[in-house]
């Protein structure tokens, strides 16, 4: 498979599985890959269109999308014609959602929850003007890790990294900082590594430096020894691990058990313009995370998003995730199911405007947003479309019961966030940008 230019491949769904798969480059967007929208009869409940382009990124939590495209889940709600469109990096799936699936970007994605939000803010769009967004669900809680360079792994016991503070002392001493790497700024990866740095007593905004690379990129740049620290989903943990470059000492879920991670995301417009489709395209989403979180369908959930065309990079880190087995530095192995990767159980898909409210808070803090931004809630989490896709499926025992809040969040640090009083909670932080 070759993939040029922006490494950018398009699948089209058919009435089951993949029925083409093609490619081109930034400037390549032409009349061969993919053709016009075609509109069908909106009657009943049919969508008022058939096609939807949807990007992500190929790490393990981008399963929901793929399984609804292979399983058959899109066709099954009237969406025949949708595309997959796989990126190499949330920038471009960021610029993508801003130039939008009508002028050749994409209309929904796969994407870290805060993304959504630093959008409809117009914080990170190339005309620094609002793009509005919708979150339709949460695509998985749980998943990510925080992986050190083995230089500095004796330096760390599972969430304790106070003894790094000495290294990094020295190292501003003569004029280096330590070298932190995430995937986008002010996204879910962003806000975990700024936690854990934050907790032991680690200034994000002073003592260290923060850049963003592709996951791919963080693990060359780890090899070059150019990056100290990461946080990086799976597999490509399980890659630096085993190309014996970096070693992971902890798991997202432990900083924040089952926090929510990846959104389901679309275009506000487009939301607008196809209130049918936006449902049918959700209820194949939850049909799919229904089917991911069975355990014996993991091992087909595996071979399906490793293989061609997604290519997902394999390593036993996918299916052990999938599992909660963990296996980290300094021989430190354990077995906790209530750590895997969820797709679907515990209120997985559910978009909980409280846990919107932390991601808007922890980017106020960094300096990415400001207070009056967590007025966006209301328009962007749209738990309203998957109240009524979950009715219209027959499922609305798993609605849960309250619908706007998960209750009071602890973390690993004894930190509790209370969902009605942002404010309170960024009065307790020490350290911060804001």
Not at 81 to 99: A, T
Not at 225 to 233: A, G, H
Not at 289 to 309: R, V
Not at 361 to 368: D, K, P, Q, Y
Request: aromatic share 8%.
């Amino acid at each position: 498979m070759q993939i040029v230019s922006r490494r950018k491949f398009i699948l089209t769904a058919g009435a089951t599985s993949v029925s083409s798969f093609l490619f081109h480059g930034c400037g390549t967007k032409s009349p061969i890959s993919t053709p016009s929208p075609s509109l069908v009869k909106a009657t009943g409940n049919s969508p008022e269109i058939n096609t939807a382009t949807l990007g992500f990124i190929a790490s393990l939590d981008c399963a929901p999308l793929v399984i609804a495209f292979e399983k058959g889940f899109f066709a099954k709600h009237g969406m025949t014609n949708v595309k997959l469109q796989q990126q190499d990096s949330w920038s471009i799936i960021r610029d993508d959602l801003e130039l939008g699936g009508e002028k050749g970007g994409v209309d929904g994605a796969h994407v870290p929850t805060p993304i959504p939000y630093l959008l409809s803010a117009g914080k990170i769009s190339k005309g620094k003007a609002p793009v509005p967004m919708g979150i339709l669900a949460r695509l998985n809680t749980n998943g990510p890790g925080i992986c050190l360079a083995k230089d500095y792994q004796s330096l760390s016991s599972e969430l304790n990294a106070q003894l790094l503070q000495p290294r990094i002392t020295e190292m501003r001493g003569t004029g280096k900082k330590f070298r932190c790497a995430v995937t986008s700024l002010g996204g879910t990866h962003d806000l975990w590594l700024r936690y854990w740095l934050a907790a032991n007593a680690i200034n994000p905004i002073s003592d260290v430096s923060i850049m963003v690379l592709p996951s791919q990129q963080i693990i060359t740049a780890m090899k070059d020894k150019t990056v100290d620290v990461c946080c990086v989903d799976e597999p490509f943990l399980t890659q630096l691990m085993s190309q014996d470059v970096g070693s992971t000492i902890a798991t997202t879920g432990e900083l924040w058990k089952n926090h929510p991670e990846k959104a389901f995301t679309m275009r506000a417009d487009w939301i607008n313009r196809h209130p049918k489709a936006t449902q049918s395209l959700l209820m194949a989403v939850m049909e799919a995370q229904m089917w991911c979180d069975k355990p014996e369908n993991q091992p087909e959930l595996e071979k399906i998003i490793t293989s061609a065309p997604y290519r997902v990079p394999s390593g036993e880190g996918i299916l052990h995730q999938l599992q909660g087995q963990f296996n980290f530095a300094n021989n430190r192995s354990f077995k906790n199911e209530e750590l895997r990767i969820k797709f679907w159980d515990g209120f997985s898909s559910f978009p909980f405007k409280s846990h919107d409210s932390w991601f808007i808070a922890e980017n106020i803090r960094w300096g990415n947003l400001v207070e009056a931004d967590l007025k966006l809630i209301d328009q962007v989490n749209r738990s309203d479309v998957w109240i009524e896709a979950a009715k219209a499926l027959g499922e609305e025992g798993l609605i849960p019961p309250d619908t706007l809040s998960r209750g009071v969040e602890t973390f690993f640090d004894g930190l509790n966030f209370d969902p009605t009083n942002p404010s309170d909670y960024l009065n307790q932080l020490t350290i911060k940008k804001v």
